[in-house]
């Protein structure tokens, strides 16, 4: 005599198979007709909005979401940037909650990608231009990503990054790393490059009462809060701001 739990077995695994099966087929033309322009807003917000074929999936968005984070590695691996983008782009339409997805397609877009467009005999201004727009567009898909995501640290801490590495905008940098300290969680080391990127401003004062009030709130038995460093940092600006 076999079991009920047993014969359903075959039916449970050919029912997600299929599922699986025909979420890929609906997605395909999806896939093919965005690859070559790149995904725009319009389309994304399609994609991934209320009533959208993406939405539809259910329990299967982390499934096509890895699909699509694969093909976009393998698209990678090509320096295919068109393909590259338009995949990024259906990865988080099809699944926006992995934070991985959102961190890591802006590296390629800010780092990667400019890259591929340029050759070593580009001048320094092409070379320049073309940072800048990688830039804005990881800037982009990481403000698109807050959507979901409003209180990720991680999000405002990539974002400062880009702006120290390829924007040069310190300002902006510094304003990204404060709201990344801001945030509940959030790394203790946001706070320091924060007050460290003041300095570099030329606004040490501003520097010194940011330190300070982090320090008030720094655990005393946690060794990743770095106490010490931030003492030492507070004491030399300190004398930085008493010697003008």
Same mark, same amino acid.
């Given at each position: ?11 449970v695994f050919g029912a997600t198979f299929a599922a699986l099966v025909g979420a890929a087929l609906l997605l395909r033309p999806i896939g093919q007709s965005l690859t070559p322009a790149g995904p725009n807003a ?20 982390? &499934?096509? %979401? ?15 940037? =068109? ?23 802006? /590296? #390629? ?7 591929? /467009? ?32 409003? =209180? $990720?640290?991680?999000?405002?801490? $990539? #974002?400062?990054?880009?702006? +120290? ?24 080391? %946001? ?13 040490? &004062? ?11 709130? +720094?655990?005393?038995?946690?060794? &990743? ?10 004491? =030399?600006? $300190? /004398? $930085?701001v008493g010697m003008r």
């Open positions: 005599m076999h079991s009920s739990g047993a014969n359903s077995r075959p039916f319009v389309q994304l917000g399609t994609l991934a909005g209320n009533g959208g074929v993406l939405a539809a999936l259910g329990g299967l968005r982390s &499934a096509v %979401a890895g699909g699509f984070w694969l093909r976009a590695n393998l698209a990678w691996e090509k320096r295919d940037a =068109a393909a590259t983008t338009a995949l990024i782009g259906l990865t988080v339409a099809a699944d926006e909650r992995p934070v991985y997805f959102w961190l890591n397609g802006a /590296r #390629m877009l800010a780092y990667d990608l400019p890259e591929w /467009r340029l050759d070593a005999t580009a001048p320094a201004a092409v070379r320049q231009r073309e940072m800048i727009e990688g830039a804005r567009q990881a800037l982009h898909f990481l403000e698109q990503g807050r959507r979901w995501h409003a =209180a $990720e640290a991680a999000f405002f801490i $990539e #974002m400062g990054n880009i702006h +120290l590495r390829r924007t040069g905008d310190v300002e902006s940098a510094a304003r990204c790393y404060r709201q990344a300290a801001e945030q509940p969680g959030a790394p203790y080391y %946001a706070a320091r490059i924060h007050g460290e990127l003041l300095r570099e401003l030329g606004r040490p &004062a501003e520097a010194l009462a940011w330190l300070r009030q982090v320090l008030a709130e +720094l655990p005393a038995d946690d060794p &990743a809060a770095r106490r010490e460093v931030v003492e030492e940092r507070i004491r =030399a600006l $300190e /004398r $930085e």
